[in-house]
């Protein structure tokens, strides 16, 4: 049970970490669109609050959809080795993990708001999922290329 936890913690941590520098672009992107400040030439220490903000809430998401993708992997593929998982329902999994935390905060939206004025951007939607399933296959990958790389070491020594 020790080692589930911390799996689901160090892909949780993985995932925010990579979600990092994808959060500074797009604050950039917002940035240079001039869609972040009202007040033009924004003052440097705004700039950089605002990149740092954005940074750290790509980061946080990254961390909640990581931890969330470890965990439906977890329960949906449960008793399956790395050698019977394919690429295919990893990266799978790794867009579902992704589309729960957005599907929930919309449900919530919708119970308190009702659905006046609420939308969807499809294409930062899709890019996301496109995130989640890069690092789900990614970490899939370097997870199964571990012990083949482990018994090398071994085997050279």
Do not use: H
């Not at 296959?137 to 790389?149: E, K």
Request: contains cysteine.
């Amino acid at each position: 049970m020790l080692r589930r936890v911390r799996a689901i913690l160090v892909t949780g941590i993985l995932w925010g970490l990579v979600w990092l520098p994808v959060g500074a672009a797009v604050g950039f992107v917002q940035y240079k669109r001039g869609g972040l400040i009202d007040v033009l030439p924004p003052p440097p220490g705004v700039v950089l609050r605002t990149l740092g903000r954005f940074t750290l809430e790509w980061g946080l998401l990254g961390s909640i959809n990581g931890a969330l993708f470890a965990v439906l992997l977890a329960v949906a593929e449960r008793g399956r080795t790395l050698a019977t998982l394919t690429v295919r329902r990893v990266a799978f999994w790794g867009a579902v993990g992704t589309l729960v935390l957005p599907s929930v905060v919309l449900l919530i939206a919708l119970l308190l708001f009702g659905p006046s004025g609420l939308f969807i951007k499809v294409v930062p939607m899709v890019s996301v999922l496109a995130l989640g399933a890069g690092c789900g296959t990614t970490m899939f990958l370097v997870a199964r290329r571990a012990p083949a790389s482990a018994d090398r070491d071994v085997s050279a020594a």
